[in-house]
């Protein structure tokens, strides 16, 4: 049983750039967090997709935007990069009938040069 | 609005003792959930244990243990016989019911280092 996987592990980029990051949930999930944790910092709320739509979102600007396709997994896009979005961005997967318990992908480690 | 906090930024802790990871909350809502994850360097958080407001009982998952003071707002994660690899971030968090799926937050963690 595959758990949540994310790429790429690593990503390097310059100021004003655009990313994509890539997340496919544990195996029967069909409810996609994702969260960026800045160095030192406790992981924060970004924005949550169940059925290809946002149902949540955290305190970050539009820069940041979400999908989810029909096959439940999802993308982060990060556009207009700054320095201060280098971080580690986590994507957490869930089923919404059994509670919402949240099991983590390994992350990707984004730097803004 | 939910808050997590906590106090302890790094412990340092002799292989085989005992440990307690400080963590108190706070929120209005009167159904919510507590876990604990650990984070290594390689960055995956990795479920400990949960302990749900109305759960009578402490919550334990094997050496860990949930301390669990709800007057006040407190849920100290406990660790028993520390192992060199326990030595990690370790990550108190909370949820509260939102139709559904429900987002978590997280405190800003404490590096616990277990010393041979």
């Known amino acids: 049983d595959a758990g949540v996987t994310q790429s790429p592990t690593h990503l390097i980029k310059t100021r004003g750039q655009q990313v994509t990051l890539r997340c496919s949930p544990k195996?029967?999930?069909?409810?996609v967090s994702w969260y960026q944790q800045a160095l030192g910092q406790g992981p924060q709320f970004i924005f949550q997709y169940y059925e290809e739509e946002e149902r949540q979102r955290g305190n970050f600007p539009d820069r940041f935007s979400g999908h989810q396709f029909p096959n439940y997994s999802s993308e982060l896009n990060v556009n207009a990069l700054l320095l201060g979005d280098s971080a580690l961005y986590l994507c957490?997967?869930?089923?919404?009938?059994?509670?919402?318990?949240?099991?983590f992908g390994p992350g990707t480690r984004l730097t803004v040069l | 609005a939910q808050k997590i906090t906590q106090t302890q930024p790094g412990m340092f802790v002799q292989e085989k003792e005992a440990v307690t990871l400080d963590c108190t909350y706070d929120?209005?809502?009167?159904?919510?959930?507590l876990f604990w994850y650990k984070q290594p360097s390689s960055g995956e958080m990795i479920f400990l244990i949960y302990?749900?407001?109305?759960?009578?009982q402490n919550a334990t998952e094997g050496r860990y243990s949930l301390n669990f003071q709800k007057a006040r707002k407190s849920a100290n994660l406990v660790i028993s016989a520390s192992q060199l690899g326990d030595s990690a971030m370790y990550f108190c968090?909370?949820?509260?019911?939102?139709?559904?799926?429900?987002?978590?937050?997280f405190g800003t963690g404490t590096r616990l280092t277990i010393i041979p």
């Open positions: 302990q749900g407001s109305y759960d009578q």
């Open positions: 929120t209005s809502d009167p159904s919510y959930g």
């Open positions: 968090a909370m949820r509260v019911p939102n139709f559904g799926n429900e987002k978590l937050t």
């Open positions: 195996s029967g999930h069909d409810t």
């Open positions: 957490a997967s869930s089923l919404v009938r059994t509670g919402g318990e949240q099991f």
